[in-house]
């Protein structure tokens, strides 16, 4: 394991986490305030669960995969003889595409998108939402992270960087903040944004299938997946999903079991 991994990814999820939660609080960019105590511990609890899932089913992480990968010098890159920064700088991007194709995947295959329509079904989009993800989709992309580091021949010091970006950028843009107008824009170029992500959660579901990325901005342009704005604004947009807007799908075991169900037909 890279030297400190846990207390690494750990210190940036709260750090990050708090940041979020402030600046929500300071410059909420919607009123969204239905039940936070209960979405919030919800929200939460799923994210403890992935933990604690992958830990048992899977408990070599993405990090892990890398240093097993390195040690045995396989993959594209070392294949290729590139240089150690380059084949970091590679590894950050490509991983972040292959996430980027894994998103598109799972709207469109039915069984996939029963797994990750889970996270859609939230009806207020905040920093918690950024964690809000089923288990079985989490070991999924685990597989899939797996499979491209292998092929790679990622650095474990790619993988950390990139897995850290990965948790911190899911948090910035499900937060509730508003950002200054003149300034949105031009940050919509570098990262993807709150207002860009957000209308990948709108009820319109030609809306839901845009903006798939989670760190970088450029692959919605590049593939045409790209939505500026909501129809209705972010204002007056409804968030969610259609069958399952009942309170109690907020609540931890009606998340986990949610895939098996279908919603307000039962």
Request: zero cysteines; hydrophobic letters at 50%; glycine letters at 6%.
């Given at each position: 394991?890279?030297?400190?991994?846990v207390a690494?990814r750990?210190?940036?999820?709260v750090?990050?986490?708090a940041?979020m939660?402030l600046?929500?609080?300071l410059a909420?960019r919607?009123?969204?305030?239905?039940d936070?105590?209960?979405r919030w511990t919800?929200n939460l609890?799923?994210?403890?669960v992935?933990?604690?899932v992958v830990?048992?089913?899977?408990?070599?992480s993405?990090v892990?995969?890398?240093?097993?990968?390195e040690?045995?010098?396989w993959g594209?890159?070392?294949?290729?003889g590139?240089p150690y920064?380059?084949?970091?700088?590679l590894s950050v991007?490509?991983l972040?595409?292959?996430?980027y194709?894994?998103?598109v995947v799972?709207?469109?295959?039915?069984?996939l998108?029963?797994?990750?329509?889970m996270?859609?079904?939230d009806?207020?989009?905040?920093v918690?939402s950024?964690g809000?993800?089923h288990?079985g989709?989490?070991?999924?992309?685990?597989?899939?992270?797996?499979v491209a580091i292998?092929?790679?021949?990622?650095?474990?010091?790619?993988?950390l960087?990139?897995?850290?970006?990965?948790?911190?950028?899911?948090?910035f843009n499900?937060a509730?903040?508003?950002i200054?107008?003149r300034?949105?824009?031009m940050?919509?170029?570098?990262v993807?944004?709150?207002?860009?992500?957000r209308v990948h959660?709108?009820?319109l579901?030609?809306?839901t299938?845009?903006?798939f990325?989670?760190n970088?901005?450029?692959?919605?342009?590049?593939?045409?997946?790209y939505r500026?704005?909501?129809?209705?604004?972010?204002?007056?947009?409804t968030?969610g999903?259609?069958?399952?807007?009942d309170?109690?799908?907020?609540w931890l075991d009606?998340?986990?079991?949610?895939?098996?169900?279908?919603?307000?037909?039962g």
């Amino acid at each position: 394991m890279v030297t400190g991994e846990v207390a690494i990814r750990l210190g940036a999820f709260v750090a990050v986490f708090a940041a979020m939660a402030l600046w929500e609080v300071l410059a909420p960019r919607r009123h969204d305030l239905a039940d936070r105590p209960v979405r919030w511990t919800n929200n939460l609890g799923i994210l403890l669960v992935d933990a604690l899932v992958v830990r048992l089913v899977a408990p070599a992480s993405a990090v892990g995969i890398a240093l097993a990968v390195e040690a045995k010098g396989w993959g594209l890159l070392p294949l290729l003889g590139a240089p150690y920064w380059l084949a970091v700088l590679l590894s950050v991007v490509i991983l972040d595409l292959v996430i980027y194709a894994q998103h598109v995947v799972f709207h469109h295959v039915p069984l996939l998108w029963r797994l990750h329509r889970m996270h859609h079904a939230d009806t207020v989009i905040d920093v918690s939402s950024g964690g809000r993800f089923h288990p079985g989709e989490i070991l999924l992309s685990l597989a899939i992270k797996g499979v491209a580091i292998l092929v790679l021949g990622a650095p474990a010091v790619a993988v950390l960087a990139f897995e850290v970006l990965l948790n911190a950028t899911s948090m910035f843009n499900h937060a509730n903040i508003r950002i200054p107008p003149r300034l949105e824009p031009m940050l919509r170029w570098l990262v993807v944004t709150p207002d860009m992500h957000r209308v990948h959660h709108s009820i319109l579901r030609r809306e839901t299938d845009s903006n798939f990325g989670f760190n970088l901005p450029w692959w919605d342009r590049l593939f045409g997946t790209y939505r500026a704005e909501p129809e209705k604004g972010h204002e007056a947009m409804t968030l969610g999903l259609d069958e399952f807007r009942d309170p109690r799908e907020r609540w931890l075991d009606r998340l986990v079991t949610q895939p098996l169900r279908n919603g307000d037909q039962g």
